[in-house]
């Protein structure tokens, strides 16, 4: 910690009791109780003292409208141990430690407890908040273990399409998330590299030898999918009008799995090709995706013999009709009869079901995970429930290795159908993304004189305004709901979009800009106003609210937080000045403060979430 942290730290001594350092890196951090989880503990300590033998009770502490705090759990305890309930909570109340953290409680109705804090709680928890560079105050979680998840994973020689970008923007964030909270996050981009449709490609280039590959560099990700494009519609023509090239590519196949050299070669050049394409998308959603993090479908071939070994031993899965099945009770077609999942095909062929399976092994056995996170299309759903009963059963997963797949709806279009062009054909995603940036570049333009903006400041905040609506469109609601795709609406300054929350970010590094000498300082000895009461409440649960969205998957969680943040931002402004002559230094320092504090969380909570935050916009 810098000399500066600890004395910020040391004027805190209310909070010095309870803070637990802790090292990350080679940096000493505190990690910060929230003011809830500090009352929530000293409720939970009256109440046993009150009332003994109610052993541990839960005091069901809430956010409230008639003070900061509710406890709402007096009343079932109370009637369940044949109590009076108001008696009891009046118990509670006096067996409270005296302190510094609550201003006022009052016994209320028939038996909750309202609590407003003090002033100076308030205050004293941000400033050790302030105090800890950019954890913020965050703990990292006690029970940390490694993570690996399968996300942003396109098929090769294709083009990516919108819900490639979900699993990509959910993946990531939910990657961001889950480590700064603590977990070990293993990536895999499980990309579609393999099948029998390279048959037909490696085919065609073997008979037209050069066809694939481009003019310029790694850079240049659309000459990339055009070539692939080219050599795909080629060979499609082929394979469809010519029965003797159609067999030649089914000969091709059992090359390629019989791992010929030659083979090989020319499929390494369809994947090759493909990860400059995939690149530059990756480039364009301002994501890193790291080359050893790609493992392919292919990269479990030399597993699949054995995984269908042991799941054949084992009992797991059993012959039908010459194929490998596993079957469950309740996954039945139509006619009633079980669906099995095929792990190996009646001509010996593997499929999808048998990759998924030896990755779940790789990943619990070499990769030591405790727990698999798959972001998925929800339409795969049925294939994932199935594979993850089978690994179960195989004793892959167990109650200490678990999978889940984080599945999210489809895109619609503004007719509320699935996301397509006007023609019917599925969107590319370089399309939509530079649509995006576009928009967003005149928004940006319009403002740009007034503050002040240099052209290539004007492009480069467009790029992260318009990707930063997208990602947000995208994160904002819940996952497995369908969204719809409205560029219009993404790109608004108003309401619940990225653009609102970049401003209102860059709005406080405007106003940080203008205070001149007068510096944030906590003054915990100032009352505070009602608005910046809400926005410290608020400012308070950052942890809470990550430790939850890490614990459900649940990044639209973290949206909404911040998009709240905004909101008692704006508040703020209305109610209270923070530079102008009439407040005394101290409240101008103590409002710098704040907004500061508001900067830097939704700065950090925006970067979870792969959005930039421009400072001057
Ligand atoms: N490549 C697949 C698709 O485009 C997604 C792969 C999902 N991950 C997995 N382990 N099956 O639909």
Redesign the pocket.
């Known amino acids: 910690m810098s000399t500066g942290a600890k004395n910020a730290l040391h004027r805190v001594g209310y909070w010095e009791r309870s803070l637990i350092p802790y090292r990350n890196g080679s940096r000493l951090m505190a990690s910060v109780p929230s003011l809830a989880s500090t009352l929530q503990q000293q409720l939970a300590d009256a109440l046993t003292a009150a009332l003994p033998e109610a052993g541990t009770a839960d005091p069901l502490l809430r956010r409230s409208d008639r003070a900061d705090f509710q406890a709402n759990g007096i009343l079932a305890l109370a009637k369940k141990l044949k109590g009076n309930p108001r008696e009891l909570a009046g118990k509670v109340t006096d067996a409270l430690p005296a302190g510094q953290l609550i201003k006022d409680i009052e016994v209320s109705g028939p038996g909750f407890l309202n609590i407003t804090l003090t002033d100076r709680a308030i205050t004293e928890t941000l400033a050790a908040r302030a105090a800890d560079g950019d954890r913020l105050g965050v703990p990292v979680a006690a029970d940390a273990g490694t993570t690996v998840i ?2 942003a ?3 090769v020689a ?1 083009e990516m399409h919108v ?2 970008l979900r ?1 990509a923007v959910i993946g990531d964030a939910m990657v961001q998330i889950l480590e700064f909270t603590g977990e070990t996050v293993v990536r ?1 981009h ?3 590299d393999w099948g029998t449709q390279f048959g037909m490609l490696i085919q065609y280039l073997f008979e037209h030898p050069g066809e694939l590959g481009h003019e310029g560099g790694e850079a240049d990700g659309e000459a990339a999918m055009s070539s692939l494009n080219r050599v795909y519609k080629a060979s499609r023509v082929l394979f469809d009008s010519d029965e003797e090239f159609k067999a030649r590519a089914r000969d091709r196949v059992v090359a390629l799995q019989a791992g010929d050299p030659e083979t090989l070669a020319l499929w390494q050049g369809f994947v090759d090709e493909s990860k400059i394409y995939f690149y530059s998308v990756f480039d364009k959603l301002d994501m890193e995706i790291h080359d050893p993090d790609i493992v392919g ?1 292919s990269g479990y071939n030399d597993m699949l013999e054995e995984t269908c070994r042991i799941l054949e031993e084992t009992g797991v899965a059993v012959r039908s009709e010459g194929a490998l099945c596993v079957f469950f009770d309740d996954v039945k077609g139509p006619d009633g009869n079980q669906v099995p999942l095929i792990v190996k095909k009646t001509n010996g062929g593997y499929g ?1 079901a048998a ?2 399976l030896s ?1 779940i092994r790789d990943r619990v056995q070499n990769l030591k995970a405790d727990t698999l996170l ?4 929800a339409r ?1 759903s049925l ?2 429930k199935m ?1 993850f009963e089978t690994a179960r059963r195989a004793g892959w997963l167990n109650d200490d290795v678990t999978a889940h797949q984080l599945a999210f709806g489809t895109v619609l279009g503004k007719d509320g159908k699935p996301f397509k062009t006007r023609e019917g054909v599925t969107v590319r995603l370089e399309d939509l993304l530079d649509e995006a940036v576009e928009r967003a570049t005149a928004v940006v333009r319009e403002k740009a004189e007034k503050v002040g903006l240099t052209e290539d400041e004007i492009v480069e905040n467009g790029r992260y305004v318009g990707v930063g609506a997208v990602k947000y469109a995208d994160l904002s609601t819940s996952a497995v709901r369908d969204y719809k795709f409205d560029l219009d609406q993404m790109v608004s300054l108003n309401g619940d979009t990225s653009v609102y929350l970049q401003y209102a970010y860059a709005r406080i590094r405007s106003i940080l800009r203008k205070a001149g000498e007068a510096r944030p300082v906590a003054h915990p000895e100032l009352e505070l106003a009602p608005a910046e009461r809400a926005l410290g409440l608020h400012l308070d649960q950052f942890g809470a609210v990550l430790a939850e969205v890490a614990e459900g998957y649940e990044p639209h969680k973290l949206a909404a937080y911040l998009y709240q943040l905004a909101s008692h931002l704006t508040t703020f402004y209305d109610q209270c000045q923070v530079l102008s002559d009439d407040n005394p230094a101290a409240v101008v320092e103590n409002r710098l403060f704040l907004v500061e504090l508001t900067a830097r969380t939704l700065h950090q909570g925006m970067r979870l979430l792969g959005i930039r935050t421009p400072e001057r916009l």
């Open positions: 399968d996300y994973q396109p098929n294709k819900g490639h699993s895999r499980h990309i579609g479908e999808y990759t998924d990755a798959y972001v998925v299309d795969q294939h994932f594979v």
